[in-house]
Structure formats: structure tokens, C-alpha cells
């Protein structure tokens, strides 16, 4: 009984913080109670789909052309240097999650080959 808990404890704490993320809650639940340990590690590290503003350093949509704060206009050169870190970004998360997948793979052989001494 216990063992069916903590999954789906750990589904609902991803789908919470993927749905403040803007991100389907209902599919990261899924996610999170079928592997809750990479799915929380995933949502945490992946972007909400917001940027800096040059200027003022709000929060804004990666879309957003203009800030709706201080009104600056966002320049090519921020567009291309944006889209640049976006990249290196989504590299450095894929890096991580194959880094944890790889882990888990290793602790899951560990603790088989434990059982069965």
C-alpha cells in the first residue's frame, strides 16, 4: 500500500510545478508517478517559457517583442543572443537528465545484484 502512495505523492508534487510552469499537469502526473524520480528532476530544470528583460531584468514570454513593464523593445542581436542561450540551455538539460537516467540505471543494477547475495 505504502509503495503505491509515494508515487502518486510524487506524481501530483511534478504536476504541480509542471502546471506553474505552464506545462500540462495531467500529463507530467502521468510522468511523475511512472518515473517520479527523473520527472522531478526534468521539470525542475526545464524552462517555463520566460526570459529576461534586458533592461528592467523582468520575467517576460520568450516571445515577447516588447517588455510590458519598462517598454523595451527587444533588439536582433538580444533575439540571436537569446536563442543562443535557449540552446545551450536546452544542451546542458539534456545533459543532466542523461546523467541522472544513466544513475538510476547503475543504482538499479547495484541494488539487484545486492538482493541477490
Known amino acids: 500500500m505504502f509503495i503505491l502512495i509515494i508515487p502518486l505523492v510524487m506524481g501530483l508534487i511534478v504536476a504541480g510545478l ?3 510552469k505552464g506545462k500540462s499537469a495531467i500529463t507530467w502526473f502521468i510522468y511523475g508517478v511512472l518515473l517520479w524520480p527523473i ?4 521539470i525542475l530544470v526545464s524552462n517555463d ?3 529576461k528583460c534586458p533592461k528592467c531584468f523582468s520575467k517576460i514570454d520568450v516571445r515577447a517583442t ?3 513593464f519598462c517598454q523595451h523593445k527587444t533588439t536582433q542581436e538580444e533575439i540571436k543572443i537569446s536563442k543562443e542561450e ?3 540551455e536546452e544542451k546542458h538539460n539534456n545533459t543532466m537528465l542523461l546523467i541522472l537516467v544513466i544513475i538510476i540505471v547503475i543504482l538499479f543494477f547495484l541494488f ?3 538482493a541477490h547475495q
Open 86 to 88: 535557449k540552446v545551450e
Open 39 to 42: 520527472a522531478l528532476i526534468h
Open 112 to 114: 539487484k545484484v545486492i
Open 66 to 68: 516588447a517588455c510590458p
Open 18 to 20: 509542471a502546471s506553474s
Open 49 to 51: 517559457g520566460t526570459k
